[in-house]
């Protein structure tokens, strides 16, 4: 596959990754198993079951199964044909799947400080409404 080809991809898979990684750590309808992972990972037993759980609530950490599990099924390398081009893919696409996320994640934030913005300014109103 040709240089240009490998970076389209990257930046492509990238998306899938980000997508299903913010997906299962954050958003509502994951939040009675992500509640549930975060108990174990506070109260767990011993070190690796707080670790195994602790990966169902960081998109960082999720975000390299996600990706081992998407290399597996692309069978997507970069730079290199062989192993070295497996580890290679996968860090890169683990790095822009987090940048993905982190842009996301401030969109969001600027969203909701907008509507948060706007409800006041409507109860404002409406307060001076009341008023009069």
């Not at 759980?53 to 730079?79: A, D, P, Q, R, W």
């Not at 890169?92 to 982190?102: D, E, K, P, Q």
């Not at 706007?118 to 109860?123: D, H, L």
């Amino acid at each position: 596959m040709i240089l240009s080809t490998q970076i389209a991809w990257l930046f492509i898979l990238a998306i899938p990754i980000a997508c299903i990684a913010w997906t299962v750590t954050h958003e509502e309808v994951f939040r009675e198993p992500r509640e549930y992972c975060l108990k174990r990972c506070h109260n767990g037993k011993n070190i690796a079951e707080r670790k195994f759980f602790y990966l169902f609530t960081c998109e960082y950490c999720f975000s390299h199964y996600v990706t081992v599990l998407m290399l597996i099924i692309t069978n997507y390398k970069l730079l290199f044909d062989d192993w070295r081009g497996y580890l290679i893919a996968g860090f890169a696409l683990i790095f822009v799947a987090n940048v993905y996320m982190s842009l996301f994640a401030l969109i969001r934030i600027d969203l909701k400080k907008v509507r948060l913005d706007t409800e006041i300014v409507e109860v404002e109103k409406q307060e001076i409404k009341t008023d009069k």
